[in-house]
């Protein structure tokens, strides 16, 4: 069974850090864009962060370039390091896994979690 949960969410207030992580279990990591989504209430979804696992290679929206680092373990484990949150940073964060897509890879997903949420109060 394909299982992706998230962990590390939470409040925190404006300019602070938090870390989520994302542990995979049932899923082939290999070759694949294993990234962050979030989405806000009445807002679209947005690519956070990813990485290509064939490559390293590492994607980011411009919204958070330089304050958030994606990075990944031996184990399946997927992070997100967040640092200088802002309010609109505040959505639900999603860990998910694709096949394809380049940096429309959350277009594209054939695994996702439940979701954790993250608050950033001004």
């Known amino acids: 069974q394909v299982q992706l949960v998230e962990s590390g969410g939470g409040s925190v207030q404006a300019g602070g850090s938090l870390r989520l992580s994302c542990a995979a279990s049932?899923?082939?990591?290999?070759?694949?864009?294993m990234g962050w989504f979030r989405q806000a209430p009445g807002k679209e979804r947005e690519g956070v962060a990813a990485?290509?696992?064939?490559?390293?290679?590492t994607y980011y929206a411009g919204s958070v370039k330089g304050r958030f680092t994606i990075s990944q373990d031996t184990k399946n484990t997927l992070y997100l390091q967040m640092n200088s949150l802002k309010p609109e940073d505040t959505a639900m964060y999603y860990c998910?896994?694709?096949?394809?897509?380049?940096?429309?890879?959350?277009?594209?997903?054939?695994?996702r979690g439940q979701g954790t949420q993250v608050t950033v109060s001004s």
């Open positions: 990485i290509y696992t064939g490559t390293g290679t």
């Open positions: 998910a896994g694709s096949p394809y897509g380049g940096n429309l890879w959350y277009r594209y997903l054939e695994v």
């Open positions: 049932g899923y082939t990591y290999s070759n694949r864009y």
